[in-house]
């Protein structure tokens, strides 16, 4: 056989050849990093060591957020895969359902990527899981760091930890976050997360097809994350929650003169080590729970601070000499001016009262009057110095500014002219007048000391490194004044009329003020705001209950209990 | 007489199996040394027999051996039969024979007895009486085989009948209408056999049209083949440094997928080597077949070079991601004994050819 069609068989074998060898290049050439990149992407396994945060100590040295050492029951997909019944032997072994072990599995994006079947498990169950799953391949116990809150009363101040978002993950990705890493995701946790924070470390492996280890390539330490040294006391902290117990509200317990915060709660509290132990449902109820437990009412609830913003309409009425402390003015139960009719909490009025009285008794008339010779500018001058309407900078997330009004910004915002009537509810903290807790703290602690109008804080130390010193802003308050402010608010307790009777505490000299704000529905905030001793304060504190009726009652209570635990540590 | 044969015949042929052979031996120690030495010792062990086999087809010659096509041919057709009955599975087929602790795969020779027995058959008819008759009976002798084989079942083996009939047909020279309606015949038959193939042959089909389909299953072998392959670039990763190979993430890879393990160690240049040095040695049976005065012989020597060529081409394809998974390996380098064996039979017999050419 010879001619064509040897010729014809004998291109066709060429032809066969050369699209062989055509491939070839392509593959190996053309298609070569393509190719590289996903034999080292088989090859080579960086296994992330997760790095401690920096602990949080309390002011007398107590871990108030720790780590401990968690056990974490891992699986690698791509070994177990291809066994079905090891997945069963699997899930009977940790008793969990095989059809949905099956299916998580199944879903795993990354068969190499080690899968967290159980986490947090303890040593003990670890060591029996150990056993009964001796043989099957790609089973292993992980250990990592857990944040643990050992005085979960403090989440408040702590905050708490969560994953980070898909949309954080570009925007943080420089300051070395990884979509793995937990941030802090309010209090102290996520205001010094940079800090607390580790980096992360991890080792580089070579494995092979099963993903078992071969060799090490590269090995990181991870680098735990600086610790922080609050000046909260967990003790009193932990009163401060026993205290609110059963109420939404808030207490902030500050040192007056230096602004370190010994205690700040939120009421409904939470458990931070909800979120670090995937406790779904608590995490669940924390989020759908309409009384808001993670909304930390200290600093971020916004109310009108009542009664309680007496003592700087009276402050600012003595120091531009609008009113001498001597001088008297009638309650007759009711003020009326041009057609309206402000009525005084006390039915039938308090008859002739100075401003130590009025204080004391906390007569609306007499502060309506003294308003209204203010007038609206003068207050609202001296409120800003008194701090309200912006924020504390309090190193905490999310602090609100409250809202301090005054004609300028009715005008704007409003767009409408500043009444009379605007200003009478102004001089008795009504009308559109929002403060924090924080902010009613702080104005009832620069009252206290002279009108020095201390930056509230937490964390005094990071590491080795003081960071306590705060620069404080002071009001122009003459020492006279300051006198005959505190003497009157000494009587709000001390007083038999006084209205903040039921904060007394014997043998602790205290000075306070009552708050009843009116609510835009249901009952009245009830506010209490204090210091003491009176002389050389060296607590203050604030207690809000959100529609806590009158701040006479159940908020004094809670203040008196908080003074006297504070007098029991040797605080006072 | 023996010597006096080799010494006839063109040295070419012998020295480029032996190269090959070498170069495979290399792969193959790259590919299995973390299991054990056996693979290596056993292939060698083969090898020898193999060269026995050789001397024995040149002790005999070629002629000889043609005049038993038929017998052998019945002989291998016994064998397929007892695969059926008695044969051991194994990995879900059942393509082995064992006789006293040594056991083979009776498909792997049919593949030459099936080639002798149609060059015997087509070497008889004058090329201008050829008649209906002689084709059905040429693709009687080709498929009664095929369907032992696909009851094993081995779908390569099966497939590869067909176009060694093909060929052999074309080379005798018959008319072309012949041809087209083998071709014809072949198209219309494929859904029938479609039905009558094995869910795991299907999937590797379908596999080969979308490998990611399964990535851990039937499409996994392909995806690590193309990755071993082509990460090997232009020089490789060097002999025993193959990552996808020293690591296990081919399987398969000393017998169907060895080739990319040649692709990934020795990168661009090695395997184009390889293929060239196919290249040369199918060109070199062409030019036998195509030397032989003998109808016969010219007709088992297309025959041979149809099963090489299928064999290497389908092979590198199938590694490469170009074909689909259909089980043939790559002569002289994939592990296997009864392939290493027939393929060297298939090489004396060419060598045996060759030498009477030149008588």
């Known amino acids: 056989m010879k001619g064509t069609r040897a010729i014809i068989i004998s291109i066709f074998i060429h032809g066969l050849f050369i699209s062989l060898l055509a491939g070839l290049a392509y593959m190996q050439i053309v298609r070569a990093k393509y190719y590289g990149d996903l034999s080292r992407n088989n090859y080579i396994r960086v296994l992330p060591l997760e790095a401690p945060r920096g602990v949080i100590y309390d002011r007398n040295g107590v871990k108030i957020a720790d780590n401990i050492l968690s056990f974490d029951l891992v699986l690698l997909p791509r070994e177990i895969k291809a066994l079905p019944a090891d997945i069963e032997r699997l899930a009977d072994a940790l008793s969990l359902n095989r059809v949905e072990l099956a299916g998580r599995i199944a879903a795993a994006k990354n068969v190499f990527e080690p899968l967290v079947i159980k986490s947090n498990i303890g040593k003990s169950e670890a060591i029996a899981i150990e056993e009964k799953t001796a043989g099957l391949a790609g089973i292993t116990v992980n250990t990592r760091p857990l944040r643990s809150y050992p005085y979960p009363s403090a989440s408040s101040a702590l905050g708490y930890l969560g994953r980070l978002a898909e949309d954080e993950l570009p925007r943080l990705k420089r300051y070395g976050y990884t979509a793995r890493d937990l941030v802090g995701r309010s209090g102290l946790e996520e205001y010094y997360d940079s800090y607390l924070k580790g980096t992360s470390g991890g080792i580089q492996t070579e494995v092979d097809s099963r993903g078992r280890l071969r060799r090490v390539l590269g090995y990181k330490d991870p680098v735990k994350g600086k610790d922080i040294y609050t000046t909260i006391d967990a003790r009193l902290q932990k009163a401060a929650a026993e205290a609110l117990e059963g109420n939404n509200g808030a207490v902030i317990i500050m040192n007056p003169g230096s602004g370190e915060i010994l205690a700040i709660m939120s009421s409904p509290a939470y458990d931070s080590n909800a979120f670090v132990r995937s406790n779904k449902a608590t995490v669940k109820h924390y989020i759908d729970s309409k009384d808001r437990p993670l909304f930390n009412r200290a600093i971020s609830g916004e109310y009108p601070p009542g009664s309680t913003f007496k003592a700087v309409v009276a402050q600012a009425a003595l120091e531009n000499k609008k009113m001498s402390a001597d001088e008297s003015l009638e309650c007759t139960g009711a003020y009326n001016f041009s057609g309206q009719n402000f009525k005084c909490w006390k039915e039938g009025g308090h008859g002739y009262q100075n401003v130590k009285q009025a204080i004391t008794h906390s007569c609306n008339v007499y502060f309506y009057k003294v308003g209204r010779m203010l007038g609206a500018e003068a207050i609202y001058k001296e409120a800003d110095a008194f701090g309200f309407g912006r924020k504390s900078d309090i190193d905490l997330p999310y602090e609100r500014p409250g809202l301090l009004p005054s004609p300028t910004w009715k005008a704007k915002n409003k767009k409408a002219r500043w009444y009379d009537g605007d200003t009478v509810n102004f001089s008795v903290g009504q009308g559109f007048l929002l403060a924090t807790p924080l902010q009613v703290l702080r104005m009832m602690s620069a009252s206290a000391a002279g009108g020095r109008l201390a930056r509230p804080y937490l964390v005094y130390k990071i590491e080795d490194f003081d960071v306590s010193s705060r620069y404080a802003e002071t009001v122009d308050i003459s020492s006279g004044v300051t006198k005959t402010i505190k003497d009157a608010l000494r009587n709000v307790v001390a007083d038999e009329s006084g209205t903040g009777r039921k904060a007394a505490v014997t043998g602790v000299d205290i000075a306070g003020k009552t708050g009843t704000a009116q609510a835009s529905k249901g009952r009245p905030h009830a506010w209490f705001t204090g210091f003491a001793p009176v002389k050389e304060p060296k607590v203050a504190l604030v207690v809000l209950l959100e529609h806590g009726g009158k701040g006479g009652s159940n908020a004094s209570m809670i203040a008196g209990k908080l003074f006297s635990v504070a007098r029991d540590l040797g605080y006072l | ?359």
Request: proline residues 4%; contains cysteine; hydrophobic residues 55%.
């Open chain 2, 1 to 359: 007489m023996q010597f006096n044969t080799l010494r006839r015949s063109d040295p070419a042929l012998p020295a480029l199996t032996l190269i090959i052979m070498a170069a495979g031996l290399a792969v193959l120690y790259s590919a299995s040394h973390n299991f054990g030495s056996q693979f290596l010792v056993r292939q060698l062990l083969w090898i020898g027999l193999g060269t026995v086999f050789i001397s024995l087809i040149l002790f005999i010659n070629y002629y000889r051996i043609a005049g038993f096509s038929y017998y052998l041919y019945g002989f291998n057709i016994l064998l397929l039969i007892a695969v059926i009955l008695f044969g051991s599975v194994r990995m879900g087929a059942k393509r082995w024979l064992s006789f006293g602790g040594v056991s083979f795969q009776p498909s792997e020779f049919a593949k030459i007895t099936v080639i002798l027995a149609l060059a015997r058959y087509l070497g008889d008819i004058d090329r201008s009486d050829f008649r209906p008759g002689h084709f059905f009976a040429a693709a009687m002798i080709a498929f009664f085989p095929v369907l032992l084989i696909m009851k094993q079942p081995d779908l390569g083996t099966s497939l590869i009948f067909f176009p060694i009939l093909l060929v052999m047909l074309y080379w005798k020279g018959v008319d072309i209408r012949y041809i087209l309606s083998l071709i014809f015949m072949a198209l219309a038959a494929a859904p029938i056999g479609w039905h009558l193939l094995k869910d795991y042959q299907k999937s590797r089909l379908l596999v080969f049209i979308n490998p990611n389909m399964e990535p851990l299953g039937a499409g996994y072998t392909i995806i690590q083949s193309k990755i071993a392959i082509g990460s090997g670039g232009l020089f490789g990763k060097g002999w025993l440094a193959g990552t996808q190979n020293q690591l296990n993430f081919l399987p398969e890879r000393h017998t169907d997928f060895i080739f990319s393990v040649a692709g990934e160690e020795w990168g661009f240049m090695g395997s184009c080597i390889l293929v060239l040095l196919y290249l040369m040695f199918i060109k070199k049976v062409f030019r036998i077949a195509e030397s032989s005065s003998d109808g016969c012989a010219g007709l088992t020597a297309a025959g041979i070079m149809t099963m090489f060529l299928l064999h290497v081409v389908i092979n590198i394809a199938m590694t490469m991601g170009l074909m689909p998974v259909v089980g043939l390996p790559i002569p002289f380098i994939s592990y296997g004994g009864s392939w290493m064996v027939a393929s060297m039979i298939a090489v004396g017999i060419l060598l045996s050819i060759d030498s009477l050419n030149r008588a």
